[in-house]
């Protein structure tokens, strides 16, 4: 038997693209892959706590007639929260063989001393 009885009925799908976080002691490294995505055509967006990724992964040829589809096509958006807050003047992003990978700098941890007088 190819299939057994335990194996799940439906598949969950994953979200697209998938994205690995890495924190370093001075950033956050975000890893996309996206073969087969113009990096011209993506849009990145990146607040403080939020980092946003949205584009279009290839094109569907028309004329064919398909009996199996399972490449992913078309658009595609995720919006992820980040688990610190980061800097996002500071942001670069490198596309480099279908990986995006994109480095912001962490917020430092300011802390204030607070005076306290007498009334």
């Given amino acids: 038997m190819l299939i057994s009885k335990d194996f799940p009925v439906r598949f969950q799908e994953r979200p697209y693209p998938p994205v690995d976080i890495i924190e370093t002691d001075s950033s956050i490294i975000l890893v ?9 055509g ?9 980092f ?24 595609f958006f995720r919006l992820l929260s980040l688990p610190l807050p980061v800097d996002p003047e500071g942001a670069e992003a490198v596309y480099s063989e279908g990986v995006l990978r994109i480095r912001v700098p962490k917020v430092k941890d300011r802390v204030y001393k607070i005076k306290v007088e007498r009334e």
């Fill in 32 to 40: 996309c892959d996206l073969p087969g995505v113009d990096p011209e």
């Fill in 42 to 50: 993506l849009i990145l967006k990146i607040s403080r706590t939020q």
């Fill in 52 to 75: 946003f990724i949205c584009g279009v992964k290839g094109d569907t040829p028309s004329g064919r007639r398909y009996i199996c589809m399972e490449r992913r096509r078309g658009g």
